[in-house]
């Protein structure tokens, strides 16, 4: 499956993120899909402390594309 993650901004939408992708690697992107992924607390002897909260997009390509991380 030509499927891809990307971490990219909070308020990025779904259309910037397909012409970003389509821009940057010369491919086709066939569908996107978000997910925002929250912050985990990170415990220590020092106390307690959160992470951020950031946003994920899956990424799938059309027949025939492919991105090459190499």
Not at 16 to 29: F, L, M, N
């Amino acid at each position: 499956v030509n499927q891809f993650a990307f971490k990219v901004a909070k308020d990025a939408t779904c259309p910037e993120i397909k012409e970003a992708v389509e821009k940057i690697y010369d491919v086709e992107v066939k569908k996107v899909s978000v997910m925002n992924v929250k912050g985990k607390v990170k415990r220590s002897w020092r106390g307690a402390s959160r992470k951020p909260s950031w946003k994920k997009a899956y990424v799938s390509l059309a027949a025939g594309h492919d991105i090459d991380f190499s």
